[in-house]
């Protein structure tokens, strides 16, 4: 196990006690943007809720960010629409980028189920080129499946 997995799988049993009976997904969502933030060291981590027929800024961790977007818009849009985790090597290769910050440059989106159907994504953005990979996306994924909130 390299660093950066030794990190994750510190993170994850991080997430499993704050997941641990708590019933309310803004408080998890919060405290798992924080612990993540923190861990890593990213620009930017926090959450989108599907509310309505848009994403919602949700608890978040860095400067300023969208507070909606449009299914199908940007790489958080678009993991919304397809359902799937999107790495982002570059943001100025990936067409129809939103760009929250000009300070981005590489972005991971993980989206969260409830019964089959995305509620929210787990947006992380960082400052440098080709920062995120196949091991971010086995264990980010692994993390956001203790939302099996309620989120509305």
């Known amino acids: 196990m390299n660093e950066k997995e030794r990190k994750y799988d510190l993170l994850l049993r991080?997430?499993?006690?704050?997941?641990?009976?708590?019933?309310?997904?803004?408080?998890?969502?919060?405290?798992?943007?924080?612990?993540i933030h923190e861990t890593f060291h990213f620009w930017w981590t926090?959450?989108?809720?599907?509310?309505?027929?848009?994403l919602v800024l949700g608890p978040f961790q860095g400067p300023l960010a969208c507070t909606r977007i449009a299914r199908g818009r940007g790489v958080c849009g678009t993991v919304?629409?397809?359902a799937r985790t999107i790495v982002v090597p570059d943001v100025h290769q990936f067409k129809g980028h939103i760009a929250c910050s000009s300070?981005?440059?590489s972005e991971i989106v993980i989206?969260?189920?409830?019964?089959?159907?995305?509620?929210?994504?787990?947006?992380?953005?960082?400052?440098?080129?080709?920062?995120f990979d196949e091991t971010d996306r086995i264990w980010l994924e692994k993390i956001v499946s203790f939302l099996i909130l309620d989120i509305d």
């Open 14 to 35: 991080q997430v499993q006690s704050l997941a641990e009976g708590e019933t309310d997904a803004i408080a998890l969502m919060a405290n798992m943007a924080a612990v």
């Open 46 to 54: 926090g959450f989108y809720r599907v509310v309505g027929d848009e």
């Open 80 to 82: 919304w629409q397809e």
């Open 103 to 105: 300070a981005s440059q």
């Open 111 to 131: 989206p969260v189920f409830k019964e089959k159907e995305v509620v929210a994504v787990l947006d992380i953005d960082s400052e440098y080129l080709h920062t």
